[in-house]
């Protein structure tokens, strides 16, 4: 590390210590939101914007193929907007990998702590090795460059590893990247097919954290299955902290929670080495 780079960190933890306005890493989440779409409410959308209002940069699975799609994301940029913070957005077309299930990402982001560097692009070069491609987009924080991988594996019944196979190559391909994986892999982050993406670096921000919802709570226990993750290149970044945001906490019930989403946003802080 050098000298500069020692003496802004030094600078930035002095003013997290005296302020908590002040911060000086990014903070990134990633959310499944089912069936994101016009079939979201106003209030449904009004919630969701307070959720995730405090974060620099959401990547979002599962934004319904059709048009109801992509306005229910700039609905939800709108109402970003009035929380306080500037918000831009972007929403993929829809993916094209496969017949399971054609559907859109999006990414929001505020523009006060991240210049868009390289615009969000599908990667059409991979449509034969998943079913809904990945979504990347590349932004710069304070002279940084990082890139965001955004995915929704097949599900579980349907053997995602066949695809998340895949997800090795990216570094090799792209060197010049500083790669974060993020989303809905549909199986756990113990899972082998992690194991190549763990011995470059990568590790995942969170470890037995579950991320679905039940149906219902029984015993306490709210929560089913470790889908939602992201692998974080450690040669690049400092894990600084992780974890849920329990949204369904403020429903009375799950079943009224589910009509948010049937997962809880996954969220890492971090800072650049």
């Known amino acids: 590390m050098t000298l500069k780079k020692n003496l802004s960190t030094l600078i930035c933890y002095s003013v997290l210590l ?15 939101i089912r ?19 405090n974060y ?20 939800l940029a709108d109402e970003l907007n009035r929380t306080g913070s500037k918000w831009d957005y972007t929403v993929s077309e829809p993916t094209e990998g496969g017949t399971y299930s054609s559907e859109r990402y999006a990414y929001l982001w505020k523009p006060s702590r991240l210049k868009l560097h390289k615009k969000a692009w599908l990667d059409l070069d991979c449509i034969e090795d998943f079913e809904r491609e ?23 019944s349907k053997q995602p590893e066949k695809e998340l196979k895949h997800l090795k190559l990216y570094p090799n391909l792209y060197p010049e990247e500083n790669f974060i994986f993020l ?6 982050q113990s899972h ?13 921000a969170l470890v037995k954290q579950k991320t679905t919802l039940k149906m219902k709570c029984k015993a306490g226990e709210c929560l ?50």
């Open 192 to 204: 082998t097919v992690f194991n190549p993406l763990k011995s470059m670096g990568f590790v995942p």
């Open 56 to 75: 620099d940069v959401i990547a979002i699975q599962e934004v319904v193929a059709g048009s109801g799609g992509a306005q229910a994301v700039a609905r």
């Open 224 to 273: 089913a299955s470790e889908y939602d993750n992201a692998f974080v290149d450690t040669n690049a970044f400092m894990i600084l902290e992780s974890g849920i945001y329990s949204f369904y906490e403020f429903f009375p019930d799950l079943k009224s929670a589910r009509k948010i989403s049937d997962h809880v946003p996954v969220w890492v802080e971090f800072d650049f080495r």
């Open 35 to 53: 069936h994101m779409g016009k079939s979201k409410s106003g209030e449904s959308i009004a919630f969701m914007a307070k959720t995730m209002r």
């Open 18 to 32: 005296f302020s908590n306005l002040a911060f000086c890493q990014v903070k990134l989440a990633s959310w499944n």
């Open 134 to 156: 990945p979504y990347f987009i590349t932004f710069k924080y304070k002279g940084e460059i990082f890139t965001l991988v955004n995915i929704h594996a097949l599900p579980k």
């Open 183 to 188: 989303g809905d892999f549909n199986l756990p």
